[in-house]
């Protein structure tokens, strides 16, 4: 015989089933809440896409950057040379002129992608001039090929610094050269360097065709540089140098640390390791052959999007007994006869050991937070804060640069050679400034721009969604729940007390 389900009954089901569904629904929100608010699964989604896998569009930009940074060169052109040459003058003196702006083009190049989630490849720079000043204009700049074969000769024999002294007589050197700034940057003709550049291509396989302080620059680089590409699905390490010409430190600095390689290229960051606020990033920079560190210092603005600016320690070029000391070279290469080390004045980096002994150094722009006594012997140096400070403003969610300015100077050091001349009256040790370049973002292809104002605007709103969505959700399904059952209470009630009083009813007639 059929069971009789009465209507009052079948409610009291369908509003367990209802009160089933909605505790289900409270259940999935409130891990979606705990999920999206609690964990990176929302980040990782989208992060996931920063991976280099051959034929994704991520990978297709970072082997031919869309992007194409922009080059503000000024030089210290030095105007009163032969007044200070002559006594007249007892400081030299420069006006910096410019800027030069040029825009660069990028490409990586012979690139092979191996099974352990690492790509190796070269790198293509090409140099367009965009405007500013005309790089046709003449400029008096210190005779670097000059000053480099003096410091070579410094440690060398009477014998041999008389045989430079000869042949240098013989060329009719001068201490300063009148160059076009085209020249200067890109290569000229020089006598010393024609001589010497067949050396050099025995001693390093190759030698470029003329000599300028930008040259190395352009064409396919010779180093090849070894990534993480964060395939294997952990990006902690995406675009971090794993090798440099197949090794992982170069043997410069002669100590374990200052020849590590370790950061990346400065396009990319890690991005789990930009979501830590107090990590320090890193950036390798092949031609100072040292990892450079920036630190977060709040917030800025780039493109419309709002950023992480990070900025350079004001220590960051100070070598001393007690800081980076293994950046300080050795007074004397007979590592037996002293280990003594020279530290340069606070603010300038010397690269020397770095660019095969040539006196170069870097420092920030118009030895800005360098010691004083580097500019007492020049007139002209005005640093500023706001004009020479380098700074890097970084997407938040996806660790790409998208603005700020890289700012650098390139100076040479007169490092006199007893038995040669030529240097006049220049002092021993005195730091002469060259140039100095800021490199930065200022446009962007409308299609990538829209893809990273999308991963941080539209991504935020999304994730607010998700997040108070679910919150939302787990709210109204609790508040309904308990509606209900207050409801059902409410219905029992009088039924009870009526079971109670049929109850005693019965009692009394018994």
Not at 2 to 25: D, F, N, Q, S, Y
Not at 74 to 97: A, H, M, T, W
Not at 360 to 367: D, E, G, K, Q, V
């Amino acid at each position: 015989m059929e069971k009789h389900v009465t209507p009052m009954k079948r409610k009291c089901i369908l509003k367990l089933w209802i009160i089933h569904i909605l505790a289900g629904i409270a259940i999935s929100s409130m891990a979606a809440f705990v999920i999206f608010t609690f964990t990176n699964t929302f980040d990782n989604a989208i992060l996931s896409s920063l991976e280099l896998k051959n034929g994704t569009s991520v990978f297709t930009w970072w082997e031919r950057p869309p992007v194409r940074p922009i080059y503000k060169i000024r030089i210290f052109n030095y105007s009163n040379v032969e007044d200070f040459q002559s006594g007249k003058d007892s400081k030299l003196r420069v006006e910096e002129v410019g800027p030069y702006v040029y825009r660069e083009t990028l490409s990586r190049v012979n690139v092979k992608l191996h099974e352990n989630g690492t790509a190796s490849y070269q790198e293509k720079r090409s140099f367009q001039w965009e405007g500013g000043s005309s790089d046709d204009e003449k400029i008096e700049i210190p005779n670097i090929m000059l000053l480099t074969t003096l410091a070579f000769t410094r440690d060398k024999s009477y014998l041999a610094q008389l045989s430079v002294t000869t042949l240098l007589s013989s060329l009719r050197v001068k201490t300063f050269n009148s160059l076009t700034v085209r020249d200067f940057l890109w290569g000229y003709d020089d006598e010393i360097y024609n001589m010497v550049k067949h050396i050099i291509t025995l001693q390093y396989g190759s030698a470029l065709e003329k000599f300028g302080l930008l040259a190395t620059k352009t064409g396919v680089s010779k180093d090849r540089i070894t990534i993480d590409t964060g395939s294997k699905g952990d990006l902690r390490n995406l675009g971090v140098y794993q090798r440099f010409n197949g090794m992982k430190s170069r043997p410069i600095w002669g100590d374990e640390k200052c020849d590590r390689i370790e950061g990346t290229d400065g396009s990319m960051f890690p991005p789990q390791l930009v979501k830590d606020r107090n990590a320090t990033l890193q950036i390798y920079v092949k031609d100072m052959c040292r990892a450079i560190p920036l630190k977060l210092h709040g917030h800025g603005n780039a493109l419309g999007i709002p950023t992480l600016r990070y900025k350079l320690p004001a220590d960051v070029f100070t070598s001393s007994d007690t800081k980076d000391s293994c950046f300080c070279t050795k007074i004397s290469k007979d590592e037996e006869a002293s280990s003594a080390k020279k530290c340069p004045p606070v603010g300038i980096f010397n690269v020397s050991s770095c660019n095969f002994g040539a006196p170069m150094l870097i420092s920030l722009p118009h030895f800005y937070l360098a010691e004083k006594s580097v500019s007492t012997n020049i007139d002209g140096l005005n640093p500023s804060k706001e004009l020479h400070e380098t700074y890097m403003d970084l997407h938040p969610r996806l660790g790409i640069p998208i603005g700020g300015w890289s700012r650098f100077q390139i100076n040479i050091e007169v490092r006199k050679a007893i038995g040669v001349p030529f240097i006049g009256k220049l002092k021993d040790g005195t730091i002469l400034p060259l140039m100095w370049m800021e490199v930065g973002i200022d446009e962007m292809p409308e299609q990538l721009l829209s893809l990273l104002q999308h991963a941080y605007f539209t991504a935020r709103v999304v994730e607010g969604i998700l997040q108070w969505g679910s919150l939302i959700c787990l709210f109204l399904s609790l508040t309904t729940i308990l509606i209900m059952l207050q409801k059902k209470k409410a219905q029992q009630q009088p039924l009870h007390r009526l079971q109670r009083n049929v109850s005693g009813q019965d009692r009394l007639l018994g």
